[in-house]
């Protein structure tokens, strides 16, 4: 599990397929904790205009054996800057991917993103019921506003 990215110089994947995910051993193993990344200027493009899509992404997760190293999370997200997908697709894309590769205990991802033709769109997903003992705090992104 040697890391691809950390320590070298990585070029940004043209795609999210290409962007390689760098998982290391938890250095924590026997406790229950929670991680969590926030990327607060998340790009993508609409599949219909081509134009660009702005979000707030909250990833939080439960380690298990392994933890996501954060250049290649950084990496993976920035690929999707010339993706063309729907705020759905991204959003769950990248926790479904998360979760199948890290296979962590748990985790939930919100996907906040600003309005498009005057409607924020917000999406969630999770991966189950959170461990019992796990300390789940709030997301910390409040519902768009406008100019209000």
């Known amino acids: 599990m040697t890391p691809m990215h950390l320590g070298q110089t990585s070029a940004l994947p043209a795609t999210p397929e290409e962007a390689v995910l760098d998982y290391v051993p938890n250095p924590r193993p026997g406790s229950t904790y929670l991680v969590r990344f926030a990327a607060p200027e998340f790009t993508s493009l609409c599949p219909v205009t ?14 298990g054996k392994t933890i996501v190293e954060s250049k290649s999370l950084k990496l993976f997200l ?12 991204c959003t769950v894309g990248i926790g479904e991917r998360l979760f199948e590769e890290m296979q962590p205990r748990w985790l939930r991802i919100g996907g906040y993103w600003y309005p498009r033709g005057g409607i ?25 506003r406008g100019r209000g």
Not at 78 to 89: L, T
Not at 126 to 141: C, E, K, M, R
């Open 50 to 63: 081509g134009q660009p899509d702005f979000a707030h992404l909250v990833i939080d997760y439960a380690p």
């Open 120 to 144: 924020p769109i917000d999406v969630f997903w999770q991966s189950g019921t959170p461990p019992a003992s796990l300390w789940l705090p709030d997301q910390g992104v409040a519902p768009y």
């Open 78 to 89: 920035g690929s999707f800057r010339n993706h063309a997908g729907f705020h759905e697709d």
